[in-house]
């Protein structure tokens, strides 16, 4: 079983920084891993991704801000946040993808992230 564990959100001021770490246990073998977010009445969406070989992938939205870093594929896993705007404020997951669709298939419980002066 695979277990993701993420901490870090808060209420913050825009402009301010904030950095979430994921801690995954179990069988996370070499998957790709990622971080997704939902704001209240939408969707969730995808905000960035590292793949095993520490390549990384972003949302238009939060590229040049956000940094996604792990030291290796079974690691623990951050989300560097800087230069928040309300419209970043959401409920952020850590996600497992899975090596067959790409897609998240374990999930974290999720930390709330509020930006608001």
């Known amino acids: 079983q695979v277990q993701l564990v993420e901490s870090g959100g808060g209420l913050v001021q825009p402009g301010e920084s904030l950095r979430l770490t994921c801690i995954p246990s179990?069988?996370?073998?070499?998957?790709?891993m990622g971080w997704y977010r939902q704001a209240p009445g939408k969707q969730r969406e995808f905000v960035a991704s590292?793949?095993?070989?520490?390549?990384?992938n972003y949302a238009e939205s939060v590229k040049g801000r956000f940094t996604i870093s792990r030291v290796n594929a079974r690691s623990t896993m951050y989300l560097q946040m800087n230069s928040l705007k309300p419209e970043d404020t959401a409920v952020y997951y850590c996600?497992?993808?899975?090596?067959?669709?790409?897609?998240?298939?374990?999930w974290g419980q999720g930390t709330q992230v509020t930006v608001s002066s």
């Open positions: 179990g069988s996370i073998g070499t998957s790709d």
């Open positions: 590292i793949s095993s070989d520490l390549r990384t």
């Open positions: 996600a497992r993808r899975s090596i067959y669709t790409g897609r998240p298939d374990y």
